[in-house]
């Protein structure tokens, strides 16, 4: 009888990875009659659990609204989103404030720590909003700000810090409370090169150590770090799967 370890079935039978993010059919219309506008025009895309993916496409390309709409910050006009196999598209205020502390984690081009606190509280901070005994607050968000590599500046406040500092800042307060997803609004928009590589260097070891991250930007070397690419086109995703390799002719 031949024998099969366990190595060699989960080779030849890998364990699929589930899908974090659906959209199905997403409408986002603004306005009404002659002067309405379709932000997203039936839109349909899958991101699964562990996946580091871009999305990308001109100015007026609805990748903006569909990332607003992924981090529940607006809802469709139509259509199903499911996060984490739950349909939040219609959920109200108050239940999608609870879905953004608990599932998803924030980075945007600003910074947006506050000035009076230093570096560890402004990542204690969503910890407050979900109920975190204060003593793991403190040892949560000391363990996100070593892994971002910022163990020596944990009391400094925000004007102490560089550019680069503060951005780092702000990814461990978006991991801080263990989100399944992680989306980065042109998080590099405003660093130079050297501290956008370090910035993009920790989003790959994220990445790598599990967590889930869709980034926004316009920037065709950062979209390159990324395993993924999805480009839209006038509110539609017109290529859901590019390669690093393809980026040159689709944005040519």
């Not at 720590?113 to 109920?131: D, I, K, R, S, W």
């Amino acid at each position: 009888m031949t024998t099969v370890s366990l190595t060699d079935s989960l080779v030849n039978n890998p364990i699929p990875k589930s899908t974090i993010i659906r959209l199905e059919n997403i409408f986002k219309v603004y306005g009404s009659g002659e002067t309405e506008v379709k932000a997203l025009n039936d839109v349909n895309l899958t991101i699964n659990e562990g996946e580091y993916c871009s999305i990308m496409g001109p100015s007026g390309s609805g990748k903006s609204t569909a990332m607003n709409i992924i981090g529940c910050l607006d809802r469709p006009t139509s259509g199903h989103y499911y996060l984490d196999n739950v349909d939040v598209a219609q959920m109200d205020d108050k239940a999608l404030a609870h879905i953004r502390n608990k599932k998803l984690g924030f980075v945007f081009q600003q910074f947006h720590l506050l000035p009076q606190l230093t570096a560890l509280e402004n990542v204690m901070l969503p910890m407050a909003y979900a109920n975190v005994d204060p003593t793991e607050r403190r040892d949560r968000a000391t363990e996100a700000l070593i892994k971002v590599g910022l163990e020596k500046r944990l009391n400094n406040k925000p004007t102490q810090l560089s550019g680069g500092q503060q951005q780092r800042v702000a990814i461990a307060r978006a991991i801080v409370n263990r989100p399944v997803v992680l989306l980065a609004d042109e998080p590099t928009g405003a660093l130079d090169s050297r501290t956008t590589q370090e910035v993009l260097d920790i989003f790959t070891e994220l990445n790598t150590s599990g967590i889930t991250v869709v980034m926004v930007t316009h920037e065709p070397e950062v979209a390159r770090q990324t395993q993924r690419i999805v480009w839209f086109r006038d509110g539609q995703v017109v290529h859901s799967n590019l390669t690093p390799a393809d980026l040159n002719q689709v944005a040519g």
